[in-house]
T-cell receptor, first 114, second 110 residues
Framework: ETGVTQSPTHLIKTRGQQVTLRCSSQ?????VSWYQQALGQGPQFIFQYYREEENGRGNFPPRFSGLQFPNYSSELNVNALELDDSALYLC?????????????FGNGTRLTVT | GENVEQHPSTLSVQEGDSAVIKCTYS??????FPWYKQELGKRPQLIID?????GEKKDQRIAVTLNKTAKHFSLHITETQPEDSAVYFCAAVPGGKLIFGQGTELSVKP
């Protein structure tokens, strides 16, 4: 069974640039959720995708957008990067949304915005 | 909006002692309460979870209790070991998304 994989592991961008983060869900999982974890904080929910449709969104501006593909992999796109976007971005997959299935997290992408 | 408060933020215990971490939540619609362990530089890993129709659940040295009336739940680790040292996060789930607490950094001293 392949777990959740994310790429890249680390990324450095300049303020104002755009970034795309990628996530492959665990085998058999059809739901992907994205979280932002600032240093020393708990993860914060960005949005969730189920069967290629956004299925819930947290308190993040529209410059945070996403996609889910037919194979259930997903992308997180962030436009007009700001310094406060520096964080660990975690992808998690599940078979349906919790509590139907627990979330399994990837190792994350560490984004630094300078 | 939904909110989860977690205490304490740091906890230091001697090996073999017990550790207790407490969380409160605001959204009464929450019906699922997972706990995650995150070691430095690693992914959060699910260690135990409890659903709203259960008051207590135990898995070896780890137990979780839930009081839905008071909207609080707790993680209990007995016979702590140095490898239990990590950051622990509680979460509540209203409507399919996890709302995490701020985390507790547990340090187990040998």
């Amino acid at each position: 069974e392949t777990g959740v994989t994310q790429s890249p592991t680390h990324l450095i961008k300049t303020r104002g640039q755009q970034v795309t983060l990628r996530c492959s869900s665990q085998s058999g999982h059809n739901t992907v959720s994205w979280y932002q974890q600032a240093l020393g904080q708990g993860p914060q929910f960005i949005f969730q995708y189920y069967r290629e449709e956004e299925n819930g969104r947290g308190n993040f501006p529209p410059r945070f957008s996403g996609l889910q593909f037919p194979n259930y992999s997903s992308e997180l796109n962030v436009n007009a990067l700001e310094l406060d976007d520096s964080a660990l971005y975690l992808c998690a997959s599940s078979l349906g949304a919790p509590p139907n299935s627990p979330l399994h997290f990837g190792n994350g992408t560490r984004l630094t915005v300078t | 909006g939904e909110n989860v408060e977690q205490h304490p933020s740091t906890l230091s215990v001697q090996e073999g002692d017990s550790a207790v971490i407490k969380c409160t939540y605001s959204d009464s619609a929450s019906n699922y309460f997972p706990w995650y362990k995150q070691e430095l530089g690693k992914r959060p890993q699910l260690i135990i979870d409890i659903r709203s129709n259960v008051g207590e659940k135990k898995d070896q040295r780890i137990a979780v209790t839930l009081n839905k009336t008071a909207k609080h739940f707790s993680l209990h680790i007995t016979e702590t070991q140095p490898e239990d040292s990590a950051v622990y996060f509680c979460a509540a789930v209203p409507g399919g998304k996890l709302i995490f607490g701020q985390g507790t950094e547990l340090s187990v001293k040998p």
